[in-house]
């Protein structure tokens, strides 16, 4: 399993780093699209969707939402709404986290409401990466910092967790996880925003703007995680899927991110910078 997830990371993580950095704005925005799809037939079985006509039907919701917003991810005022909708369903996510028996029965009513969280989650993630991407400051490079920080603040946590870790953080959600570890991840990502702050040339209050963002970025981003290992606990599972060997499925790769995501952009346009 150890040998499957090295190798694995050993091909896709310069795959996305090359395609970050070289893929045109919609280029980006189609192949992050793809991705959300594959995680979207996932999601379909984290909500308990009963039968493949009603995965069909979330399928097809969410392709026509991604559609609709890519006709109109210039319009900023559509951007910031999708951003702060984006915002309240985290706020809320942050709520369920802490009552996980909420929605573990697999009613009618909480599968409509797992569905539609699904696509709104997705569709929000994915349109904060093409706007951050097809930013005139650099943005590949804007993402490329995303991602980097996501992934050194997770192996952050996980190391320290693993070393450390004696204080649960939400043991009915994901036993694994400590704040000893969300503290290893912090410090992390204090050290990846600092440096990177000052490889961009930033001072003073725009400086400590840019490294209160990240962090908060990363707390939500493990509130991402958080939401996916509920859903995967309310239906017994481990993995959200098996496409990717030794790691799972999609959304257990970028459960993170649908978080960490909308919620960089949008402090990111909090700052003005």
């Not at 280029?27 to 379909?44: D, K, Q, Y």
């Not at 409401?113 to 989650?121: H, R």
């Not at 996880?177 to 925003?193: N, P």
């Not at 017994?236 to 257990?252: A, C, E, F, R, T």
Request: net charge positive; aromatic share 10%.
């Amino acid at each position: 399993m150890l040998k499957q997830r090295i190798l694995s990371a050993l091909i896709l993580i310069p795959l996305v780093v090359f395609g970050v950095l070289n893929l045109d704005g919609a280029g980006f925005a189609l192949v992050v699209a793809l991705i959300m799809l594959l995680a979207g037939w996932e999601w379909t079985s984290l909500a308990a969707l009963p039968h493949q006509t009603a995965r069909a039907l979330f399928m097809a919701a969410l392709l026509v939402v991604l559609m609709l917003i890519w006709q109109q991810a210039q319009v900023e005022w559509l951007v910031n709404t999708v951003l702060w909708i984006a915002m309240a369903w985290w706020l809320f996510t942050l709520f369920w986290i802490t009552h996980p028996v909420l929605g573990a029965d697999p009613s009618p009513q909480y599968r409509i409401v797992k569905a539609a969280l699904g696509i709104g989650l997705l569709a929000s993630a994915w349109l904060a990466l093409a706007v951050l991407h097809g930013r005139p400051d650099q943005g590949p490079h804007w993402v490329l910092y995303l991602l980097v920080l996501v992934w050194s603040a997770d192996s952050g946590a996980y190391f320290a967790g693993r070393h450390w870790g004696r204080t649960k953080l939400a043991p009915l959600v994901s036993p694994g996880k400590t704040w000893e570890g969300v503290l290893g991840g912090l410090i992390v990502c204090l050290g990846v925003a600092t440096g990177y702050a000052r490889f961009i040339g930033l001072e003073g209050a725009v400086f400590a703007s840019l490294v209160l963002v990240s962090l908060v970025t990363v707390l939500f981003s493990i509130a991402g995680d958080l939401l996916e290992s509920l859903l995967k606990r309310q239906r017994g599972i481990k993995d959200s899927g098996q496409l990717i060997p030794g790691h799972g499925g999609v959304l257990d790769r970028i459960d993170s991110l649908l978080a960490a995501a909308p919620v960089f952009l949008f402090g990111l346009r909090w700052i003005d910078l």
